[in-house]
């Protein structure tokens, strides 16, 4: 670490020690924090809301004596916060204050944290680029004209920024790993079931995983420590007691097998396929065998993903009517109000989704198309089965290119999904898998992606940590 460094460019287990040691206070951090938001914040554009400075310094006196000390973390503003409003960058609920905190978010408090603010995002978490916000798109902290990636551009924005020590997303189809691809951090998609869901705001509930996102992997482990675990209130919570994510970093990975799925290079760039072949020298040089591997279905997730999604999307966002909890445009007949309320409030990538979801789950429709998607999915996941039978992880790209240019994609929305082509067959099969930093691809951040098989988070956490330390990460947008 740089000597001159702000204390929010620390790491969150550096700024632990640092405060057991008495040498630094929780206050000081907090006020760094706050200092690179009001320095950066108007051009980066990462929260929709922010907490008052006072409020946290005055709580950190509070939380002294808790494992996280009253440090600040910034949240998806699509998880139920009580203290702050939950609008999910949507004109439906802008004006949205929720009556309980997501477990996470519960969880977070018990351990001393503090929370910061609400982050933007793609509306409803639909989208890769958080261009689809409803209030303002979030820029990359490593070029202002780029997007951050999304759906949860705006918490990988904060951290990158340094305008938060570590932050929350919620990942669908690669909603956490590829904006922390685009931004240069980490950021883990859990197993699905690992983290409870209460409290977040449904787009697609058999894939919706919330996740850390920060600036290290031993943050990350940590992260996942406080919010892991059984929880009653979700039914999809799986019943088992969870590792201690930190315990396995520093041990090395000699004998890991490692597989390179074939079809996630093809089509790279040079400059891409460089990395890749960096990568696979890397861990050969820690020890690893690394194999070629085929996950032959990788070619259906895309239409897959978007049909199940998007199906999943159709029925949760009924909800959102203009009679209950949600904006309301009309007080004309009844059919006028639903109709003036969804036609005004929902953005067109949420319609889009919407309609297509509607379509496919119609009768006589509904084999054809979300049977069929459900068919192919487990067809993808039987693929993982196999290729973890011979691998102990899979590496891939996060994405196929680093963050792209603003307004770039909008308006051909199918190259916009393919942005996560190596992201979606994980969430598709429920297994982990993180992004790291893994070099650059013309002068932008450029994410390796760690796949384990299910419940294999402390594996991948593990292998990730050892090629972090024996690699350079990206370079901070402070340090350009």
Partial sequence: M????????????????????????????ISDVYRAIAQREDQIRAYISIAPPEHLLQG?????????????IAVKDNISTVDLKTTCASRFLEDFQ??????????????GAQILGKTNLDEFAMGSSTENSAFFPTRNPHDLERVPG?????????????????????DTGGSIRQPASFCGIVGLKPTYGLVSRYGLVAFA??????????????????????????????????ERPCDDYTRDLGQDIKGFRVGVPKEYIVDLSSQARACV?????????????????????????????YLISSSEASANLARFDGVRYTKRISDLSMEAMFAESRARCFGPEVKRRIMIGTYALRAGYYEAWYGKAQRVRTLIRQDFERAFQTVDIIISPTSPTPAFKLGERMKDPLAMYLSDIFTVPASLAGI???????????????????IGDKLQEAKILRAAYAFEQSHTPAVSPTEQ
């Fill in 98 to 111: 929720p009556i309980f905190d997501a477990t996470v978010i519960e969880r977070l408090k018990d351990a």
């Fill in 205 to 238: 509930s058999s894939l919706d995983q919330i996740g850390p996102m920060t600036k290290d992997v031993r943050d990350c482990a940590l992260l996942l420590n406080v919010i892991a675990g059984r929880d009653r209130r979700d039914s999809t919570s799986l």
């Fill in 150 to 170: 999304g759906s949860s551009g705006g918490s990988a924005a904060a951290v990158a920024a340094h305008e938060a020590l570590w932050a929350l997303g919620s």
């Fill in 60 to 72: 950190c006196e509070r939380l002294r004596d808790r494992p996280l000390r009253g440090l600040p």
């Fill in 432 to 450: 982990p898998a993180i992004s790291i930093p893994g070099g650059k691809v013309e002068g932008l951040p450029f994410g390796l992606q760690i």
């Fill in 2 to 29: 740089n000597a001159q460094q702000s204390l929010n460019e620390k790491p969150v287990h550096e700024l632990l020690a640092l405060i057991e040691k008495g040498e630094i206070h929780p206050r000081d951090v």
């Fill in 277 to 305: 072949e960096a990568w696979v020298k890397i861990f050969q040089e820690l020890g690893a065998e690394v194999r070629e591997i085929s996950l032959p279905h990788t070619e259906y997730a895309i239409p897959t993903y």
